[in-house]
């Protein structure tokens, strides 16, 4: 096997990792902090909006290859391994969601950066 197609089946691996996560996120039979911890992760790697952009050099896609993967292994490490096997397979055979949840997050954090920066530029009166 090439390193092509080994990345390719990780990156595959990764994608129902992460709809598997936002199941388990729903699932009443995984325990809270898991819950919590794969509902964190599945909102923000499925959030069309990153919290560093892709368009900055080198860090931009910091998130994407460390951040990401790592909270995926940590998610995936506190849900019941027989669970998360069941969710890995009904995660084959859905269609991967979008995170509202995460969108109106990362949209919040954006907006409270632009406001922080105007109030910190915003000429002061003397």
Known sequence: MSALDSAKQWA???K????????????P?????AKATAGAVAAYAL???????????VIGYLDDLLIVPLGIMLAVRL???ALM????VEATRREKPVSKAGLAFMTAVWALAA???AWLFWPKPA
Request: aromatic share 12%.
């Open 29 to 33: 039979r995984v325990p809270w902090y």
């Open 79 to 81: 849900v019941p391994p």
């Open 16 to 27: 129902r990792d992460v709809v598997a996560l936002w199941i388990a996120a729903r699932d």
């Open 47 to 57: 959030s069309p909006i990153d919290l560093i952009p892709d368009f900055i050099p």
């Open 12 to 14: 595959r691996a990764i």
């Open 85 to 88: 096997q069941e969710f890995r």
């Open 115 to 117: 406001l922080a920066l």
